[in-house]
């Protein structure tokens, strides 16, 4: 509609209308835009308030969390102790694993897809990229329950249930992961770098050696710790495949535990207020504090692309 | 040095054409090679220069702008009459589009831009507080360098200023569309098929006609032109140029180009910029056409239209 | 010199061997779960109940899943628009762009898990809702939302300058300019970025099994159209265990003796509906693009 106004019609100075000294579109839009500030603070605070509770509430000292011995009841007469290393031992060796297994292929997927792939390998790899990603992880994690652990009882002459488990089904997971980010470091390295090598007589893989590695390095980096960070907050996939053992792992053909799978099992049969339970939310927000930072890890690395080009 | 506005009734000029350089302008409205060519004779306007009005329709005083810390612009005053057709000259870079865009408050867009001096609209600082940019937009229309329509039909690229200032009978938007259209001398071309067929689907010269059809829409009194047919072939910009000449009856244009031949056959006046040590663009001279391309005052404009530099 | 030679024939062998070996393991999967659920996979099945027959359905399942979807969608989708919209146009660059930004990287980087403990929390315990599918839209929304904001966000940025420019010169107002050709002319990327969404939100199960919960309630009479009633499976008030969900279920249960293909037929189903969602974000996308374009 035509602006109502006092002004003569045609005329350039007139005042602000309503409409435009309200200017509801900016408001409106600038209140969904902040929403996620407002859901980020509530999240943290509420992480933050229970994941205390277990020291604040229940007056569990603080250093006993480090302990190896996890034992949330006092069935079997034993004293009632809340050790959490076994659970975050757990996550960051299965975290470990799974990137040391998904690297290798990420980065030569990566690379097969930036300089070797003809343009036919390209249009596959590209959205069959999109469809690892699209799987839901508890198929990932039903897939290794009923195909990877028998396979590895059988060939392993063990339970199954394993780190090697969990870790072979985080890295299909995180493979895309961090293959598409490898992808981008290096299709973002300047073509005139490979052209500097390739006139000076060398063979392409050469220059992916000694030039597009080592110049993309920081970004491939980076996608190594998405990839980790996923793998660490990963729940159910892991919880199916990882036996469920709460103590400290052994070795990687035997069961074991992680943070995400005990929060995954316990947390429906916890009462809140209750140790048990405080010690779950505890878990949880030990969880957040390491994605955070992966996120620090994330930044600092950027920066220092950043400085390097 | 700026102009005064032409007093009392001015001897018409009657120059014969002389062959001008072959194949005229390319398509990217290069400048003048190196070499001394002959310096473009003026062609004969269809009117004669006595039609250009007495009164002032655009005015700069002391107009300046900064990008930031950079000062891009310095001191330009000067006058542009209504009626007519007016041609910004000079080497790329000397701020030619950005003095421009300053009649339009275009340059509001650029977040580091500051403009000083006065921009003056029938007398009327556009710059002054309480001034709405949207109202001066609707008086001063703007062709940009390449046609951008939007991805919508012709008829609703042309209604498209109407319908958002307020206008909604459709009869009314109809009787727009077509004098837009044949105003633009678009309409013979388009008119059986206007409402369905996208904007996009017209060739180059088309998509620029139908642009401006869109600029007049919106009833102006200012068409600013900002090289409006350096992207288009030969064969369509002499239409934008007969375009222009026809236009000049019912709005003030202002045009900036980069072909001194065009400026030469299109405008009644022409000034001319250039950029100084300090790398500001400033105003030279500005004067009829047909003084700037035979006799001109300084003696950087008789370089730059000899081909000297630029 | 042979040497130099040799190893890159050897270093493309490899790299190639890897792309077979990876686009393998995905075919593989997609094969393993086809075949599996032959047999079990069916009409009947999809739309059956968990009770009927021997092996049962898993209709009431899918439809919770289709449900939140929906849900979420109705949700996230205007506020992640006009969150983009501001982003895109109105945002400077001063501390309150940076907040934002910084909050959608840390939201994004919050485990599924945690953001499902977060939900049981306040949907659940604080509201004294218990389980219910408005909990997991809810608790979706905290994750899917900043997504979609930057979708949008890089959609319309992706806008053309000029043609911004060109509505501006005809006097329009900025919002006008942004309701009339910006976002008409991002719509092909907006449309994306909702489907990459969906598709996140289809296969999510770890943010919903503390929020919308373990089980459904058995019976659902769709003929119940009263969305108040919690016992209409239209209502968003009951508890509504999703496909992905199920499967999970699958793995503590143990019981019942089909349970195992149930799973992989549900498995078969998520994955094709992946399927489903990837192809479709991609060819839905491009046949929009032509559309706006005119082509």
Known sequence: MTNASIAVPGAIVRPLTRGERLDLPKRVTLASAALVVVLVAVLLAFIVWNGVQLFAHSGVPVLQVLSATWQPDNTLQQPVIFGLLPFILGTLSVMALAAVIATPLSVGLALFMAEVAPRWARSITQPALEVFVGIPSVVYGWLGLTVLVPFLRISLHSVGFSMLAGALVLSLMILPTITSVALDAFTTVPGEMRSASFALGTTRWQTIRHVLLPAAVSGVATGIVLGMMRAAGEALAVQMVIGNRPLIPTGITQPMTTLTSQITLDMGNTVAGEPWNEALWTMGLILLLISFAFVAIVRILGRRRLVAE | MSDGIIDGPVPEVEVTVVSQQPAGTDVAGREEPAVTPPRPEPVTHPEPAAKIGAETKLEMVDLTVHYGAFRAVRDVSLQIPANSVTAFIGPSGCGKSTILRCFDRMNDLIPTARVGGKVMLDGEDVYAAGVQAVEVRRKVGLVFQRPNPFPMSIYENVVYGPRRHGMKDRRQLDEIAERSLRRAALWDEVKDDFRQKSGLTLSGGQQQRLCIARTIATDPEVILMDEPASALDPIATLRIEELIAELREAYTIVIVTHNMQQASRVSDRTAFFTMGTDRAGYLVEVDDTVRIFTNPREQLTEDYISGRFG | ?295
């Open chain 3, 1 to 295: 010199m042979t040497r130099v030679i040799w190893a890159d024939r050897a270093a493309t062998a490899v790299l190639w061997g890897i792309a077979f070996f990876v686009i393998g393991i995905l075919l593989a999967i997609i094969g393993h779960f086809l075949l599996a659920s032959i047999g079990t996979l069916s009409l009947s099945f999809i739309f059956g109940d968990p009770s009927d027959s021997t092996i049962g359905g898993v209709g009431p399942v899918l439809f919770n899943s289709i449900y939140i979807l929906t849900l979420t969608l109705l949700l996230t989708v205007p506020l992640g628009i006009l969150g983009g919209i501001y982003m895109a146009e109105y945002a400077g660059e001063g501390r309150l762009t940076t907040i934002i930004r910084f909050s959608q990287e840390l939201i994004s980087s919050v485990p599924s898990i945690v953001v499902g403990m977060f939900g049981l929390a306040l949907f659940v315990t604080l509201t004294h809702w218990s389980f219910t599918a408005l909990g997991g839209s809810l608790a979706l929304l905290v994750f899917n939302l900043p997504l979609l904001t930057r979708l949008t966000e890089q959609a319309i940025r992706a806008v053309p300058a000029d043609e911004r420019r060109g509505s501006i010169a005809l006097g329009v107002s900025k919002w006008r300019t942004i309701r009339h050709v910006v976002v008409p002319i991002a719509i092909p990327g907006i449309v994306t970025g909702i489907i990459l969404t969906a598709g996140r939100i289809f296969g999510e199960a770890a943010a919903l099994i503390f929020t919308s919960g373990l089980s459904t309630p058995s019976g659902y009479n769709f003929a119940n159209l009263n969305i108040t009633d919690p016992r209409s499976p239209w209502s968003p008030f009951h508890s509504a265990t999703t496909l992905s969900v199920f499967i999970w279920k699958s793995n503590s249960e143990g019981l019942g003796l089909f349970v195992h293909q149930v799973a992989d037929a549900s498995s078969a189903v998520l994955v094709l509906m992946v399927l489903v969602f990837n192809l479709g974000a991609r060819g839905l996308g491009r046949y929009l693009q032509r559309r706006v374009t005119g082509t």
